[in-house]
């Protein structure tokens, strides 16, 4: 049985987490912690694997003290910048397991989105102009998504390898309704009431165009991607820092 920690265990996706590693045949709860609890209980030998799914603003701290307490990590916060990402490399390598620790960070846990995100980025050196749309309850803190912000980077990615020349845009007076611009990338993000998690990606070129579009309608579409990267952590995932779920998945 692989030993599953959760913090931010009170929350909408930390909730879901616990129950699924509760009903999943091989791995078993050892604690759930939220805000307020000292994550130094956090052991290695009570814990194989903890899930840190909490809020974008204590998500590194937590992820740097449970590197400090020895344990595998899963983590599903967005809010995560290549300054963040550098600081949990260094972290690692100076930890108490540097030669076989892991820490593992998904943008997003649903098949679809990941999906999504796999296809937009195929897709992107076929059009000249893309934008990202996302969809999202009002009860989120964050904007854009951490999803929207992974896609869009990698849009750019592959736009700029393929050598594309800027999305065109005529646009002279924006109070805002262009979206955020990301590496060149237009994201949008809409709150309402009702929606779960949703992307779409736009692509165009003269006379045609092309949507990716990815649902999540319930957070229970992320917990097979959890469950997955738990197992990864607790087998052959390499040591170190990994990001994104593809790189568990035969794509
Ligand atoms: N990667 C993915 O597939 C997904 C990622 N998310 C992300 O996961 C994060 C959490 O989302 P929700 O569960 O909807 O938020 P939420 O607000 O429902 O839950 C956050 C939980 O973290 C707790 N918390 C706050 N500070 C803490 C601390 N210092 N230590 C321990 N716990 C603490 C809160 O008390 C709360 O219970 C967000 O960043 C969200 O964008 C959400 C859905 C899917
Ligand atoms: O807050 C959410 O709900 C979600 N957050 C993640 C994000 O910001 O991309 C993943 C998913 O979109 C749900």
Redesign the pocket.
Known sequence: MIKVSV?????????HVVEAVTNAPDTQLALA?????D?TAVTPENTDVVVE???????L??VLALIGQGVDVVV????WTEEKLAQVREALASGPRPDTQKVFI?????IS?VLADYFAVKAAKYFESAEVIELHHP????AP???AIHTAHGIAAARKAAGMAPIPDATETDGGSRGQVIDGIHVHAVRLRGLN?HEEVLFGNAGEQLTIRAD?FD?TS?MP??LLAVRKLAGDAPAGLTVGLDHFLDL
């Open positions: 913090v931010g265990a009170k929350g909408r996706m930390g909730s912690l939220d805000a307020g609890d994550l799914f909490t809020v974008p603003s204590v998500s701290t937590n599903g916060t967005t809010g998904a943008p997003n846990f649903a989105a009860t989120k803190v964050d998504s951490g999803t998690a999540s957070r992320f991607g959890v």
